[in-house]
C-alpha cells in the first residue's frame, strides 16, 4: 500500500489549494483518511479527519476556511484550502487507515507536500 499527496504551492494570502491524497495497492478497506501539516520548528499538528462514515472534523485554526473531502471509488482524499493565511505555511501529511489484502490494519503516511503562503 502506498500514498501519493500531491497539490501543494506557493500561493499568496487570502488564495487557494487543492491537496490530494491517492492510496493505491492491495485495499480492502479504507477508513479515517486524516490531514496533519508541520511548520518549521514546530510539531506535527492535526489538521483534519473525515472517517469511515463520512464525518469530518477540523482543527480549530483551519475550521471555517479547509475542506475535507474524499472520492471513495478513487481511494483519494481532499483537502480543499480557502482563505489561507501565512501560517498555514506547512509540509502537508496525508494519513490513512487502511485494511490490506493481509487483513492487517494500519496507517499509513504519504510522502508530504509543501504548501508556502508568501507575499
Known amino acids: 500500500v502506498q500514498l501519493q499527496a500531491s497539490g501543494g504551492g506557493l500561493v499568496h494570502p487570502g488564495g487557494s489549494l487543492r491537496l490530494s491524497c491517492a492510496a493505491s495497492g492491495s485495499i480492502v478497506n479504507i477508513n479515517a483518511m486524516r490531514w496533519y501539516r508541520q511548520a518549521p520548528g514546530k510539531q506535527r499538528e492535526w489538521v483534519a479527519v473525515i472517517t469511515g462514515f463520512g464525518s469530518t472534523n477540523y482543527a480549530g485554526s483551519v475550521k471555517g476556511r479547509f475542506t475535507i473531502s474524499r472520492d471513495i471509488a478513487k481511494n483519494t482524499v481532499y483537502l480543499q484550502m480557502n482563505s489561507l493565511k501565512f501560517e498555514d505555511t506547512a509540509v502537508y501529511y496525508c494519513?490513512?487507515?487502511?485494511?490490506?489484502?493481509?487483513?492487517?490494519?494500519?496507517?499509513?503516511w504519504g510522502q508530504g507536500t509543501q504548501v508556502t503562503v508568501s507575499s
Open positions: 494519513n490513512v487507515w487502511i485494511e490490506s489484502a493481509t487483513h492487517l490494519v494500519r496507517d499509513y
